[in-house]
C-alpha cells in the first residue's frame, strides 16, 4: 500500500525567504508523486509531477520539486516566497495501472510580510 | 477550454436526508475521481469513473454511490446523510484512467449536515 507523510502540518516563512515543504512517500513500486496546492474556497491546483525521468521536476510559480529515491521523499521549494504563496499544499502519490492518488494532509503555507 | 464545474457550490442538508452532487469534466477527459474533504482525514478517494463504468472505489459505506454518463459528466449520491458527512466533496477529472494522467479538480460542493 502506497502512503504520504508530510511533515509539519504548518510552515511560516517570511516573504522572500526559501520554502521547504517536505513529503515522504511509502510505495512498494515505482512511485507518480504530485503537489497541489488549494487556496481558500477552491480546489485543487496541480503545481508539478514527477513520473519518471529527470528528478528534479519544475513547477508552476517558481516551484520545483525532486524525486529522492534512497531518501523515499519528494520535498517542494520555492527559493523566494511571495505573498500570493499563503496556501494549503498536498503532496500525492500514485502509480501505474488502476490504483488512485493517495494525499498527504497537508502543509499549510503562511507568508509573513 | 473550461474547467470541471461543480453544482451545487453549496449544500445544507438534514441527518437522514440524501443528497446528489454533480460534475461535468473538461471537454474531452473521459475519467472522472470523486473525493471527501474533511480538516481530521484530509482527502479521501470515494470512486472513479471511466467510460460510464466505475474503475475503482475507496473504502466508504455503500451510502455512497455514484455514476457516470455517456457526455462522461458524474453525479454522486450519498443516501441516509450523517453528520460526519459534512465535507468537500471534490470530483477530478482527466483524460484518461489512473494516475499518470494529470487529474483537474473542480472548486468542490460544501456539504453540511445538520
Known amino acids: 500500500a502506497q502512503s504520504v507523510t508530510q511533515l509539519g502540518s504548518h510552515v511560516s516563512v517570511s516573504e522572500g525567504a526559501l520554502v521547504l515543504l517536505r513529503c515522504n512517500y511509502s510505495s512498494s513500486v515505482p512511485p507518480y508523486l504530485f503537489w497541489y496546492v488549494q487556496y481558500p474556497n477552491q480546489g485543487l491546483q496541480l503545481l508539478l509531477k514527477?513520473?519518471?525521468?529527470?528528478?528534479l521536476v519544475k513547477g508552476i510559480n517558481g516551484f520545483e520539486a525532486e524525486f529522492k529515491k534512497s531518501e523515499t521523499s519528494f520535498h517542494l521549494t520555492k527559493p523566494s516566497a511571495h505573498m500570493s504563496d499563503a496556501a494549503e499544499y498536498f503532496c500525492?502519490?500514485?502509480?501505474?495501472?488502476?490504483?488512485?492518488?493517495?494525499f498527504g494532509k497537508g502543509t499549510r503555507l503562511s507568508v509573513i510580510a | 477550454k473550461a474547467g470541471v464545474t461543480q453544482t451545487p457550490r453549496y449544500l445544507i442538508k438534514t441527518r437522514g436526508q440524501q443528497v446528489t452532487l454533480s460534475c461535468s469534466p473538461i471537454?474531452?477527459?473521459?475519467?472522472v475521481s470523486w473525493y471527501q474533504q474533511t480538516p481530521g482525514q484530509g482527502l479521501q478517494f470515494l470512486f472513479e469513473?471511466?467510460?460510464?463504468?466505475?474503475?475503482n472505489k475507496g473504502n466508504f459505506p455503500g451510502r455512497f454511490s455514484g455514476r457516470q454518463f455517456s457526455n462522461s459528466r458524474s453525479e454522486m449520491n450519498v443516501s441516509t446523510l450523517e453528520l460526519g458527512d459534512s465535507a468537500l466533496y471534490l470530483c477530478a477529472s482527466s483524460l484518461g484512467q489512473g494516475t499518470s494522467y494529470e487529474q483537474y479538480f473542480g472548486p468542490g460542493t460544501r456539504l453540511t449536515v445538520t
Open positions: 469513473y471511466f467510460s460510464e463504468t466505475q474503475r
Open positions: 471537454s474531452g477527459h473521459r475519467s
Open positions: 500525492a502519490v500514485g502509480r501505474s495501472g488502476n490504483t488512485p492518488l493517495v
Open positions: 514527477y513520473t519518471t525521468g529527470a528528478t
